[in-house]
């Protein structure tokens, strides 16, 4: 009979246990649902920022300040980590990271795109853009920055912003002021065709590399030089191992913001408003500010003094125009030439 008495009980403890179990996971699904559908939720979104620059170059810095208001335009719904430096990816490796959603934005460079839609190699042309206004214009024509943007979508990836980081200069250990100079010299290039083929078309001698893996290689002789704006050549202290700048502007140097797009579209309405208010602003701060610290770092350069700063005139600056632009051609059927053709026509 005890025993009995002993079973009833142990069974009747039991059920209430389950019953509770249940009331709380109902009770979690709901709160879940309210969450998902703009309801009070505790839990943050964390959105995993990658870039592989300084945090003071212009990229850096517009990462930072796009955690700040994405984080105050959010309410607290958001939190924003910034990995710089390539702490967490390569340029080459953070478009698969954000295909499988590991990383939720990343600003890389053009070039690494062409590896998904050669179009994109329209920004690795030399000598496309005149300006950084030219190319507002051109990502903001549906002729070209909209049908960029628009192939992103087909690798369930979504286009977000430009951000500039400026033009770019050369630095070598070996003067260059005529396309004579390039003669035989090993650059660093982003993994391009349009870059090789450009540096090929002046006798010099390409090299695809990381862009981590630069100074090093500077110091160690490795390569004699390479492209690179100033913000970047200063941040990673390339002037310490390099004996000559040439301010060329020979070429642009731009980031695609871009994110996950099913992870974006399914961020609720309220975040999704907050965090396209926070890139607006950033990318209108970039635009305003990304050539005035170029300028600001080319001073700080040559306070350095361990560079020897060179400066083209218009008619040197014509012979890199005419010994480079030959490659147009070449690329045609591959960027399109009616992508090239639309550029062109910005000037």
């Not at 070039?111 to 214009?137: A, G, H, M, R």
Request: charged share 25%; aromatic share 8%; glycine share 6%.
């Amino acid at each position: 009979m005890k025993k009995w008495l002993m079973m009833m009980l142990a069974a009747a403890l039991m059920i209430g246990i389950l019953a509770g179990c249940g009331a709380r996971s109902q009770q979690n699904n709901a709160s879940n649902e309210s969450g998902e559908n703009g309801g009070a939720s505790d839990e943050k979104i964390i959105i995993k920022f990658s870039h592989v620059v300084a945090e003071n170059t212009p990229k850096g810095q517009a990462a930072e300040m796009f955690k700040e208001l994405a984080e105050e335009y959010t309410n607290g719904k958001v939190e924003v980590q910034v990995f710089p430096n390539s702490q967490l990816y390569k340029d080459e490796d953070v478009l698969a990271a954000i295909q499988q959603n590991n990383v939720q934005l990343a600003a890389p460079s053009t070039s690494v795109v062409t590896k998904l839609y050669p179009q994109w190699t329209l920004f690795d042309l030399p000598f496309i853009f005149k300006d950084e206004e030219n190319v507002q214009k051109a990502m903001e024509s549906p002729e070209i920055g909209g049908k960029l943007f628009t192939m992103l979508e087909e690798q369930n990836l979504l286009g977000l912003a430009m951000w500039d980081n400026g033009f770019k200069q050369m630095h070598s250990n070996k003067a260059i002021k005529t396309p004579a100079d390039f003669k035989g010299q090993k650059l660093r290039v982003m993994s391009s065709k349009v870059l090789e083929a450009q540096f090929k078309a002046v006798g010099a001698n390409p090299t695809p590399m990381a862009f981590g893996e630069v100074y090093s290689a500077l110091e160690q002789g490795v390569i004699d030089g390479g492209e690179n704006t100033l913000s970047n050549v200063y941040s990673q202290k390339m002037h310490e191992v390099q004996k000559y700048l040439t301010m060329s502007n020979h070429g642009y140097l731009g980031y695609a913001v871009i994110t996950n797009a099913d992870f974006w579209n399914g961020l609720p309405e309220d975040v999704r408003q907050g965090l396209e208010k926070a890139l607006a602003e950033t990318t209108d701060w970039v635009r305003e500010n990304s050539k005035r610290l170029n300028e600001e770092q080319l001073e700080l350069i040559k306070q350095a003094g361990t560079t020897e700063i060179i400066e083209l005139t218009e008619e040197e600056r014509q012979a890199w125009v005419d010994a480079m632009t030959v490659i147009y051609s070449e690329f045609e059927n591959e960027i399109g030439k009616d992508l090239i053709d639309a550029a062109k026509a910005l000037w």
